[in-house]
């Protein structure tokens, strides 16, 4: 497995994780968990699922 260099300059969104625009201009109708892409924030990740 290779590590993801830096997009230094691209903006990343902290709701869908996509890169490319950030949270203020984000379509996405929900938020978007950046460890499992489940409908929860990260920071309530090991509340809401069991998965990890």
Avoid: D, F
């Avoid at 691209?10 to 869908?16: G, L, Y």
């Avoid at 379509?27 to 809401?48: F, R």
Wanted: net charge positive; charged share 10%; aromatic share 4%.
């Amino acid at each position: 497995i290779k590590g993801v260099k830096a997009h230094t300059g691209t903006p990343q969104c902290q709701r869908c994780w996509h890169w490319g625009h950030n949270t203020e201009v984000c379509c996405c109708p929900a938020i978007c968990c950046p460890i499992c892409t489940g409908p929860h924030l990260k920071a309530s990740h090991h509340q809401l699922t069991g998965c990890c």
